[in-house]
């Protein structure tokens, strides 16, 4: 059985600091240096926020890391993208189909108030 | 996720949690819902099968956490053709001049202990609205698409 990717991008996407670095990579590649540059954050704590990235699929490097640049990988958002519309259109269908029930029980209650109506 | 239904907020909670009512609207309209488990109380579990016209069965499950008449239902939703990425729902229900507006609010717990590949650097599942995450993830995407066009 493959790895659940889907999990580990959702957990990748989980956190703001890595979400805010794939916007930025989303402009164009940066290295770490760039990358680690608007937050208040050190090289390292940067560097292990790309390795969660990296471990989803979501940011590739060049093989020295200090120098190569990190790109954006899109494939696993259309996953979640995918994913994530499935969902809502299972749920938008469920809330249509309540908005019908709901109706029919509302009528339902209706009629049987006027066929039973109280003194 | 936000909906408004023509209906007091009693009606509209109710349809969530009573089993009478759930196979009437729960899931795609093309498939026949059954409610397999259904113990509305927190810790309780909740099991739903979905049958399409194939006869293929799809079942969703979850433990309800909190439940707070007319007003809240926190409950956990997982898919299990999909195992281990399971959804924290919290729904509240408001009502104004009988209409009812629900607000479904989806967090992703993460995995990370049934997850080896996650560092100890990860936090757990982000606070985050559907539609802030799926304007991200449109943004990145498109973005991404005019970068390299």
Avoid at chain 1, 51 to 71: D, E, I, T
Avoid at chain 2, 32 to 48: E, N, S, Y
Wanted: aromatic share 8%.
């Amino acid at each position: 059985m493959t790895t659940d990717h889907l999990s580990t991008t959702f957990a990748a996407l989980a956190d703001p600091t890595r979400r805010a670095i794939l916007a930025r990579l989303a402009k164009g590649e940066a290295t770490v240096n760039e990358l680690a540059e608007p937050f208040s954050l050190s090289l390292p704590a940067v560097s292990k926020h790309l390795k969660v990235l990296q471990r989803a699929g979501l940011v590739s490097q060049g093989r020295r890391a200090q120098w190569r640049p990190c790109r954006l990988e899109t494939a696993p958002l259309h996953e979640v993208a995918n994913w994530m519309e499935d969902y809502r259109q299972f749920w938008d269908e469920s809330y249509h189909r309540l908005d019908e029930y709901l109706r029919d029980l509302l009528m339902q209650g209706q009629e049987q108030g006027k066929e039973n109506p109280r003194d | 996720m936000t909906r408004v239904f023509d209906a007091p907020r009693e009606l509209v909670f109710q349809a969530h949690i009573d089993p009478r009512h759930v196979p009437h609207w729960w899931g795609q309209r093309s498939s026949t819902t059954t409610v397999d488990v259904m113990d509305v109380r927190p810790g309780g579990a909740w099991r739903f099968v979905q049958r399409d016209p194939e006869g293929n069965e799809y079942a969703f499950r979850g433990e309800y956490r909190e439940i707070v008449p007319p007003e809240r239902l926190v409950y956990t939703f997982e898919f299990e053709g999909m195992p281990g990425h399971i959804l924290v729902e919290t729904i509240t229900f408001e009502e104004r001049g009988g209409k009812t507006t629900i607000t479904t609010t989806s967090l992703f717990d993460s995995r990370e202990d049934r997850d080896g590949m996650l560092e100890s650097g990860m936090e757990s599942g982000a606070t985050e609205s559907w539609d802030r995450l799926a304007e991200l993830l449109e943004r990145l995407q498109k973005q991404a698409t005019a970068r390299t066009s």
